[in-house]
């Protein structure tokens, strides 16, 4: 069964930076699509990156654009969301999401196969 599991979130200020962590187990195809998402209290989960591991194609939504960079160290099986410039209103629980299978919209919740279970962000002073 394959695994996802989230780190590093945590509390801080505005303005500042954490790096999130999704490491991915049990899995052996070459080709697939991690994705961030993230929830806030009383919303639905919101897309905030993805890369394709074919090319290294990434996306952004654009509340993240310039703030946030999804990278992968494929030796770790791990996948990286460096946030800076932390805002308020990107507190949340933040979840990795793994596509294995064709998808037509990374922002899609429902195109992801298997999930983390979460961590939590929190922008706050």
């Known amino acids: 069964q394959v695994e996802l599991v989230e780190s590093g979130g945590g509390l801080v200020q505005p303005g500042g930076s954490l790096r999130l962590s999704c490491v991915v187990s049990?899995?052996?195809?070459?080709?697939?699509?991690i994705g961030w998402f993230r929830q806030a209290p009383g919303k639905e989960r919101e897309a905030v990156s993805c890369?394709?591991?074919?090319?290294?194609?990434?996306n952004y939504v654009d509340s993240v654009k310039g703030r946030f960079t999804i990278s992968r160290d494929s030796a770790k099986n791990t996948v990286y969301l460096q946030m800076n410039s932390l805002k308020p209103e990107d507190t949340g629980v933040y979840y990795c999401?793994?596509?294995?299978?064709?998808?037509?919209?990374?922002?899609?919740?429902?195109?992801?196969?298997?999930w983390g279970q979460g961590t939590q962000v929190t922008v706050s002073s």
């Open positions: 999401g793994l596509i294995v299978t064709i998808f037509e919209d990374w922002k899609r919740p429902v195109e992801y196969d298997y």
């Open positions: 049990r899995f052996n195809l070459d080709d697939y699509v």
């Open positions: 890369l394709r591991t074919s090319d290294g194609t990434t």
